[in-house]
Nanobody
Framework: QVQLVESGGGLVQAGGSLSLSCAAS????????MGWFRQAPGQERGFVAA????????KYADSVKGRFTIYRDIAKNTSYLQMNTPRPADTAVYYC?????????????????WGQGTQVTVSS
């Protein structure tokens, strides 16, 4: 069973930057995809970004495209979400998750293993 541990959340000012990381317990990741999702109070969990482990193909939600970057470090079994110019609307608990297969899916139900989440608060 894959264990995922997120870190890096906290308070950031709008227009600043913040980096989240997600360390996975299980190599190899040759056929896995890792995604980042977020959930604000009273809202459903929504897709942020995903990366395919073997070739680093990526997909982003329209709301973060051009501001957030997802990347991975294979040697560390870790993915990162670099959040640039965050907005108050980006405030949420951020989760990483992983799934089998190559498809960069955006639905939470497609992912099998989840981290515990890390809070990101963007102040105006």
């Amino acid at each position: 069973q894959v264990q995922l541990v997120e870190s890096g959340g906290g308070l950031v000012q709008a227009g600043g930057s913040l980096s989240l990381s997600c360390a996975a317990s299980e190599p190899p990741f040759s056929i896995r995809t890792m995604g980042w999702f977020r959930q604000a109070p009273g809202q459903e969990r929504g897709f942020v970004a995903a990366i395919r482990w073997n070739d680093a193909a990526v997909k982003y939600a329209d709301s973060v495209k051009g501001r957030f970057t997802i990347y991975r470090d294979i040697a560390k079994n870790t993915s990162y979400l670099q959040m640039n110019t965050p907005r108050p609307a980006d405030t949420a608990v951020y989760y990483c998750a992983t799934k089998e297969g190559r498809l960069l899916l955006q639905t939470p139900a497609s992912y099998n293993y989840w981290g515990q989440g890390t809070q990101v608060t963007v102040s105006s």
